[in-house]
């Protein structure tokens, strides 16, 4: 997340989790954020792609400049039909849909992306 700070890459929340807000809070990281989706003003769920398009909206980016990241296959067919650059977090068989699969953020880094 500092890297995408110091390289002025805009970032949003995209979880259908209403306390996300509540978590990031806590941990301290609400301040990575420059949108979050409140999942409440939504119609459908993942893996429908309507959440990662509302953030490209919030970010005032078009969806092809997007990168989604996600830990579930629904999330990921999700960021898909958005037509987003699909970054899945976890198991690389359940998740063989995604652009580019890493085992944990950790691994991720933004060099990789371009």
Known sequence: MQELRQAD??????SASHNAPFILDKLGLRHYFDVIVDPGTLQNGKPDPEIFLTAAKLLQLSPDNCV????????VEAINRADMYSIGVGDPIILSHADYVVKCLLELRLQDLS
């Open 68 to 75: 989604g990241i996600e830990d579930a296959a629904a999330g």
């Open 9 to 14: 890459i805009r970032t949003g929340l995209a």
